[in-house]
């Protein structure tokens, strides 16, 4: 949670600060404020989305080469422009940045009381005034021992007037990631605020200090000593982040997954063979014969996507497989051994739950490793293994192409696990001819996105819908409800449809709507049965049905056709219309649908 931007070099700091900070949103936007370094520090800061801060910052002065910039969501202290950052020490010549919690944050103020001028409720204020405790001219370590008191979590950048050409960076559980250009530095929360300038970064990983000039990078672990690190290359570019037309963010997601469907499987499988070669799964075969359970570890939609995975692995490779969400997993007694395969499926790569899911799971023995789509992330570079979704930036808070992708991923892994033990040469080519076909298949349902949206707007002020599936269609009507909820404010509950008898049927009336997936398979008919039951009680039912199938005609008139495919790969095309039912939805009742309310896209907190 929380963005971070910082720049250092030849240019006007402020334009990249704030462009830096549009790219970052969608880790909150509580509030946003920026500091430029120019003999003295100028702040600004600003209650709302960056817009705001934007507006204030218009007819001010902020020149100057050298500046921090933050994007919050609110964790200690309300949302107001006292607590939002940067965040000055008593005497207004140190500023900081901070993402992460303080956990004895509490504990250190009082400490300082007596000596500081406290005027925020947040706990990164603490570290500032720790840091102005120990400054005795060296910013670099002031930080660092300001640090070693410090219990939690930071990303987090410092300035000060009296080392003015200076930046210091620092991380402990919150991503930093450096840019590096020509006698200048960009740092950022992630890559996407420097992929118009560079493509040259090194990831700082925890523990690490960096002290930063025009004209050199240092980089120490917390007892001061020095690092040697690589820069890498990103080969995301910034055109990938742009609109492209749409109104936002998150229709150019929908509209992108047949695009990056085709990159997240290109050159991962193998005709011939009927199998898939996922090299960083990094196993031998002998390794791969040895694993009795998988687990998949996720939050979110990520773990929707996982639910379709664990289909995936039962029925091609016969290996129990369970879906935990990473939250209650790393406070459970969970049972894993050597024989246990996780993996965390993860967008950001940065939500703090799944991270400290796999580090519980690789301490009972288990091999961890990710499907995750952010290069260079820390689940990404804490595994020991595992593969990029190559969705590309994603950048509206509610996921929509990665939760694809990270299916795409686990139909591959699944595949290449079941090759070697049930899933037949026939059965894999007849698998991967399926998942080829899936592109062109998500076109058609994308271009009834105007019909989608009639069904929309028909239904729009309905107050509570149902999404029932059956089967693999579950995590799909599961999906479905999340996406409503998260981008409409609209209440919807998600059930199997055989489970609506037992207790949740008593809900419906001619105003509470189901929406089911209908879709030809093998629980068709029951799932016919579970809607009659539904018109029974007179609520009115939309469906996404398999393209011919005339009955559901009869049923009602708000049908989704959606073309064939494997019954196991249905999810992936029978999410779409779900997708575009919650966007139209969404913007029928004028909701922000790339920043909706209270929530963030990569949640680094617990
Ligand atoms: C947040 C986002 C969700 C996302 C979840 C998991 O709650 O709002 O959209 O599904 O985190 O995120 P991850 O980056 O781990 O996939």
Redesign the pocket.
Known sequence: MCGIVAYIGKKQASPILIGGLRRLEYRGYDSAGVAILDKNIKRIRSVGKIDNLAEKIKNQDLSGNIGIAHTRWATHGGVSEVNAHPHFSCDDDLVIVHNGIIENYRELKNELLTEHNFVSETDTEVLAHLIEKYYQGNLKEAVTEALSRVRGTYGLVAMHTKEPNKLVAARLGSPLVIGVGDKEYYIASDTSPMLAYTKNVIFLDDGEVAEITPENLQIFNLQSEAINKNVEQVDWDEAQAQKFGFPNFMLKEIYDQPIVFQDAIRGRYDLDGGTAHLGGLNMTIDEMHSIKKIILL?????SYAAMIGKYAFERLAGISTEVEIASEFRYSDPIVGRDTLVFGI??????AD?LAALREAKRKGAYIRGIVNVVGSTIARETDGGTYIHAGPELA???TK?YTNMAAIMFLYALQFGRLNRTSVATGQRLLAALLEIPEKMEIILKQSDKIKTIAEKYKDNKNFFFLGRGVNVPVALEGSLKLK?ISYVHSEAYPGGEMKHGPIALLSPDFPVFAIMTKNQLYEKMRSNIEEVRARKAPVILVATEGDEMAKKITEDVIYVPPTMELLEPLLNTIPLQLFAYHTAVSLGRDVDRPRN?????TVE
Do not use: H, N
């Open positions: 996720a939050c979110g939609t990520a993860t967008q950001s790569g940065e939500t799944t808070v509610a996921s990665a998260e929530l963030a896209k990569s949640v």
